[in-house]
């Protein structure tokens, strides 16, 4: 049974930072692409930074330069490091995982989704 499970959201000030993580159980980890995705109240779901399994990388242009996305194949895990954070990016954030290995960014091409973990920035 394929599980991924995030963690590390909470409530930053604006220009803060945080560290998400996403664990994954009961897939072959090192052959998976992951994305990172985020859903603001009544907005769609939007893309916010992939990683193939090879760890070439790829973010929105919104947070570009502010964001790092990484994994660590050894612990099955997925990291999301959030700096310069602003209010807009208020959102429940999820991660996905892909099998192959491309860089993805369509939300319908991953297969697995998480539960989300809520981060909210105040002004």
């Known amino acids: 049974q394929v599980q991924l499970v995030e963690s590390g959201g909470g409530l930053v000030q604006a220009g803060g930072s945080l560290r998400l993580s996403c664990a994954a159980s009961g897939v072959t980890f090192g052959s998976y692409a992951m994305g990172w995705y985020r859903q603001a109240t009544w907005k769609e779901r939007e893309l916010v930074a992939v990683i193939s399994s090879g760890g070439s990388t790829s973010y929105a242009g919104s947070v570009t330069g502010r964001f790092t996305i990484s994994r660590d194949n050894a612990k099955n895990t997925v990291y999301l490091q959030m700096n310069s954070l602003k209010p807009e990016g208020t959102a429940v954030h999820y991660c996905?995982?892909?099998?192959?290995?491309?860089?993805?960014?369509?939300?319908?091409?991953?297969?697995?989704w998480g539960q989300g973990t809520q981060v909210t920035i105040s002004s």
């Open positions: 996905a995982a892909k099998r192959g290995r491309a860089v993805y960014y369509s939300i319908t091409s991953y297969e697995y």
